[in-house]
């Protein structure tokens, strides 16, 4: 019987072969940077909210 360390292991390998296997079929890689962020950050910039404090 294998013991606990080769079992998570297996279980490591079989989680990474899964985030390959969505990462490559969704073609998330697709473009880089934070997109969602910066649509945010003109969206609160635009309604008129600051994103940080002044400095006085």
Same mark, same amino acid.
């Given at each position: 019987?294998?013991?606990?360390?080769?079992? @998570?292991? @297996?279980?490591?390998?079989?989680?990474?072969?899964?985030?390959?296997?969505?990462?490559?079929?969704?073609?998330?890689?697709?473009?880089?940077?934070?997109?969602?962020?910066?649509?945010?950050?003109?969206?609160?910039?635009?309604?008129?909210?600051?994103?940080?404090?002044?400095?006085?």
């Amino acid at each position: 019987m294998l013991d606990e360390p080769t079992w @998570i292991l @297996i279980a490591a390998a079989i989680c990474w072969m899964n985030f390959m296997a969505v990462d490559l079929i969704f073609k998330l890689p697709e473009s880089g940077g934070v997109v969602g962020a910066t649509a945010i950050a003109q969206q609160v910039e635009a309604g008129g909210w600051r994103l940080c404090r002044s400095s006085s």
